[in-house]
Structures are given as C-alpha cells and as structure tokens.
C-alpha cells in the first residue's frame, strides 16, 4: 500500500480472497475432458480450443435422419468463471483497508478576531505534507464497539480519540452498522501543531465510507467532519486551502508553492497546549496585514520569511520559552540554508523551508538530543482518492544518545 492511493470505492485493498484468481486457477485443471463424451445424436464431434487467453468448449450435432443441418454452440468457461468470480467478490466486499494519515502545516496563520462562541476567527494557508501516520481498519464482528490500538503511549484508545468520535459520526448521520478493529501507527508527534489527530479523523471518515459503499459525498464528510474538529475538513481539500472561520470554511486552491518544496520539522519534546495559547493571545498585539495579501504574495513569489506570519507565535512563547529560543538558534544557524523559519499551528514544532537537513547544533548539543526531526515536502490528492503514502521518508526522532530513531 506504500506508494498507491485510494480511489473512491475502487482499487482498495480487501481481506477477502479474490475469487477471479480462485475460479482462474480453477478452471486450468477443470478444463481437461474426456474424449469419449458423445452429446446426444447420430454424428457428434467435440473440440476443446484452447489459447493463452480464454477456453472455449465448441459441440456440434446435426441428424441424418431429417436431414438437418449442422448446429454449433459455443460455450466460454473463463468468461462465465470471471463473471462469477466477480459476483462472489462483490458479495464479500471489503474487510481491510490501510490509509496513509498525513498530517499539514500552517505557512501563515492570521488570526483575525474573536468570536461570540468564545472560538477564534482565523485565515491560514493550510498545506498537507508528507509525514503521516498510517492506519489499518478491518472490519469487527462486533455490532457495538470499535476497538484502537496504537504503537505509542499516552493516545487515547477510547471516544476521546479522535478516530473514534470520527466513526461515531459516521454511524450517526448514515445509521452504518459496522465497526472495527483499528490499529493506529503514530509517526507524527501529538502536540506539534501539525494536525495530526484532525487528519485521523478525516481518515477514518474516509475508510468508514469506503466500508459502506460510498453512501456519502467528499462534501458530506468534510460538512460533517465539522462537527467534532475546526481543522478536519481540510483533509478534505484536495491538499492546499485557504481556511477562515474557525478553520472549517475551507477554499480549495492550485498548490501555490512547488510540491518538491524541500522541509525540516523540528518539534521538541515539549508540547504546547492550544487552549493555553489562546488564553494568551493578545488581539491589539496581532499581525495588521491582510491575509488574502500574504496568499498572492506566496503564489507570485514562494515562501519568504516575510509571509510566514503566524499570530499563535507570540503566546506560543510564553507558554513555551525555549521553543523562542529554538527558532531564533535555526533561523541563525540556517542563514542561507532555510527561505523562511517558522512556527505552525499553535506549536510546538518549528518548520524550517528550503533544506531538509536540520542545523548541526541540534546533533551538538545535548539540549536537543531529543527532540523530533522529520524531513517533508507537500502532497495534494486527485478527486475521489485518498492521500497516498510518499514512496521514501526520512523521519526520526533523535535518541538520548543523538542517534536517529527511524519510524520506517
């Protein structure tokens, strides 16, 4: 499944044996008749013509006696093998499926006001990027529990995992009957900024109406998705959008920087809460520049340091002091290497763009020696697929003795 994506209830991947393989493999041994088969009738002949492509038994009878003519029918045995294997396997449908997660960045985030709900107004541009967890779904045959597993600790496996209020709602607005065993495989950090539990979440909407036969549109799951997560329906874009309201009104766009765009995510181990940096931000203390003027900027002329605003930055840092400081020592260290450093999301990973190497005093020195590195680059998705895992990634995270830890 690495590198193939997901088309809209087709090319999947099932759990079921394929039955055109059973009934082709079938009909190779099936097809060896006995010569001493006569059909009824004073002069019959039988011909087996075989090929490498298809079997065909001919039979052929005329009598004498009335002086009829000769008739011949013609029977395909693979076709009729194919058409039925194609019904078994429409009956058993799909009982695994495994989806590539990605996760997404923010390359400027305005926040624009507060609302009256007590959430904020915001304009970004959001854009997908290939790390990404990856997520097995098969079919349970339970009729009243999902049941999660991960590879990591400290996930939730229970409703207030993301994956599970995502199938909850599918259920609720379709009245699916299905549930599942999901086992989840963590590779992007938890409290980096970085979307990953809204990309879970997208995810498993997208399986769940894999499963159940398309019963709802692209359009239905993102206006669905709204209702448990400000930044899931994004996932639904087709990989670059600019996004205002709380997050949930998203304008799907052209990528307006190269996909190739090279990248280095630097997270430490620290966390920044979202609600905290809320509580901290200072409206009257926000970037003044429209927002909509920062987007022609980035498709005119690319990411610069300039246009990578982000208004979550400041309480970021206060929050988290040393992820200030963090920035500060990359964009320094990266003069000439890096086209812009900046934070995404609420924090706490610091995106770096124009390398994916991080700056060697991240390996130096011990302060660091645990932090997360991932190299990246943008991905998009066609209409009706899901995103497809890119064919090599490099991420890691750094050990207590500064070695990379790979997640392949």
């Known amino acids: 499944m690495a590198s193939s994506s997901h088309s809209l209830c087709s090319n999947q991947t099932y759990g079921s044996y394929n039955a055109r393989s059973h009934f082709n493999s079938f009909n190779k041994g099936f097809l060896s008749l006995n010569s001493s088969f006569k059909p009824r009738g004073s002069s019959s002949f039988i011909k087996k013509i075989q090929s490498s492509r298809t079997h065909l038994i001919r ?6 006696n009335n002086a009829r003519q000769k008739v011949e029918v013609v029977y395909d045995l693979e076709d ?13 449908g799909m009982t695994r499926l495994t989806l590539f997660s990605p996760c997404k960045i923010n390359v400027f985030l305005r926040i624009t006001g ?28 339970s009729k009243s529990t999902d049941r999660l597993t991960t590879n990591v600790p400290g996930v939730p496996l229970d409703d207030k995992n993301l994956i599970i209020k995502a199938l909850n709602l599918f259920r609720r607005k379709t009245s699916s009957d299905k549930y599942f065993w999901i086992h989840l495989d963590k590779k992007v950090p938890t409290g980096a900024g970085l ?21 709802a549109t692209e359009k239905d799951l993102q206006d669905w998705s709204s209702e448990i997560g400000s930044d899931i329906p994004f996932f639904f874009s087709h990989g670059a959008a600019y996004c205002t309201g709380r997050g949930e009104v998203v304008e799907d766009i052209p990528p307006p920087v190269p996909i190739d765009t090279p990248m280095v995510l630097i997270k430490p181990q620290e966390a920044c809460s979202t609600a905290e940096v809320y509580k901290r931000l200072r409206l009257d203390q ?8 920062l987007l022609e900027k980035i498709s005119k002329s690319g990411i610069s340091q300039d246009v990578c605003v982000n208004d979550l930055e400041a309480p970021a840092f206060e929050v988290l002091p040393s992820l200030r400081r963090l920035k500060q020592r990359i964009a320094a260290a990266g003069r000439g290497q890096y086209d812009a ?68």
Not at 59 to 64: C, F, I, Q, V, W
Not at 195 to 215: E, R
Request: glycine fraction near 8%; include cysteine.
């Open 195 to 215: 979307g990953g539990g809204s990309s879970n979440a997208a995810t498993a909407l997208w399986a769940a109406n894999q499963f159940s036969g398309c019963v």
């Open 59 to 64: 039979a052929a009878s005329s009598d004498s």
């Open 114 to 141: 507060k609302r009256a709900d007590g959430f904020h107004d915001l304009a970004s541009l959001f854009h997908v990027i290939s790390l990404g967890d990856k997520i097995k779904f098969s079919l349970s045959p």
């Open 80 to 92: 009729k093998f194919s058409k039925i294997a194609d019904e078994v396997d429409r009956n058993v």
């Open 286 to 293: 926000t970037s003044k520049i429209d927002p909509l003027t």
């Open 341 to 408: 450093v900046f934070m995404s999301g609420s924090g706490s990973t610091i995106v770096a763009v124009g390398s994916p190497d991080p700056p060697q005093f991240v390996y130096d020195d011990d302060e660091y020696k645990n932090v997360f590195l991932s190299e990246a680059n943008f991905i998009t998705r066609s209409d009706n697929q899901w995103y497809a895992e890119p064919h090599s990634l490099h991420e890691g995270a750094l050990s207590q003795t500064g070695s990379s830890l790979s997640f392949q």
